[in-house]
């Protein structure tokens, strides 16, 4: 049974009826005011106006082609790099479901829909004697997200192998980019923020498949020692800054293991926030602005949001 939206969320206008009518070919699926919370690694945040999930890329080609542009639009990934805020979502979130899971291997090339987990598609390539895309281990996300934010750990980056890939537009049109198109740089791409990545292809070396996979358990053994990874974090909350580690500056804060509420800076690695069991999103959103408030003060350092975070507050 899924949890009952947040006490104080927004109440949002039906719109899913609206939606249902003006698209009479659609055949995705739409939830008028979902919970969103357990679709977040922090297990927190009010539900959407409306839940959208595609079909496949020409459903959701179809889908925005019609939708008022003045609808604001989310696309809700693995959901492990977003605070969703306690008031809700307004508009439109989309999340890419089965339709978008598949993979396929020809040779040294793996074609990936944005709805793979990171961690499935450096299975696949190491299952199928591809080396290059171990890193994609330490990543706690989706290709979609990878490709939006060029997700990178243990010394690579998406941007370092990613060959092309596709996309719709908020106009609906589907479109292609080269690895030269996406403009990477650290945790960004230059891509219009309206389109949703839709698949990608990603290529490697030849490799033996033990070796890789050898090298794929070294870092989930390396991630287990040094990261939350079995609590209700969100990843990765603050990038770092050029020259410099966004841990270590929280930790000469002094902000190792300080709390709002049931929200915590991680003991093991500060630069993660943990969701103790009962921690509000505003919990969250107010440690970690306590942290880049502590950081400013002790290194003349503003440290800038990794995470995500969307939707309404809910006034105090």
């Known amino acids: 049974m899924l949890a009952p939206p947040n006490k104080g969320a927004a109440i949002f206008p039906d719109l899913a009826a609206e939606l249902t009518g003006r698209m009479p070919g659609l055949r995705g699926v739409l939830s008028n005011h979902a919970p969103l919370a357990h679709l977040s690694w922090f297990k927190t945040g009010g539900p959407a106006q409306v839940l959208f999930e595609p079909d496949d890329e020409s459903d959701l080609a179809y889908f925005l082609s019609r939708l008022d542009p003045a609808i604001p639009v989310l ?12 008031g809700g979502v307004e508009g ?3 999340r890419l479901g089965k339709g978008f899971l598949g993979v396929e291997i020809d040779g040294l090339t793996l074609r990936a829909g944005a709805g793979v987990p990171d961690v499935k598609l450096s299975s696949a390539a190491a299952k199928a004697g591809v080396a290059g895309l171990s890193f994609f281990r330490g990543i706690p996300g989706s290709v979609g997200g990878a490709l939006r934010m060029n997700a990178g750990a243990y010394g690579a980056e998406t941007k370092d192998v990613l060959v092309s890939c596709r996309g719709v537009d908020r106009s609906g049109r589907i479109l292609e980019f080269a690895n030269a198109d996406m403009g990477f740089t650290y945790r960004h791409c230059s891509v219009a923020s309206d389109v949703i ?3 990608a292809v990603f290529a490697g070396s030849a490799g033996d498949p033990k070796t890789i996979l050898a090298e794929m358990t070294e870092i989930t053994k390396a991630r287990s020692e040094t990261q939350p990874v079995n609590t209700r974090t969100g990843g990765s909350t603050f990038k770092n800054p050029p020259g410099q580690k966004a841990w270590e500056l929280i930790d000469k804060a002094g902000c190792r293991g300080i709390t709002v509420g049931d929200a915590q800076v991680s003991e093991l690695h500060c630069n993660f926030l943990i969701n103790r069991g009962s921690a509000t999103a505003a919990d969250l959103e107010s440690l970690g602005e306590l942290v880049r408030a502590r950081v400013k003060e002790t290194s003349g350092v503003t440290l800038e949001w990794e995470i995500l975070r969307v939707g309404k507050a809910i006034p105090s």
């Open 75 to 86: 696309v809700l990934g693995a959901g492990s790099n977003i605070l969703l805020r306690d």
């Open 197 to 199: 990545f839709t698949q």
């Open 92 to 94: 439109v979130v989309i």
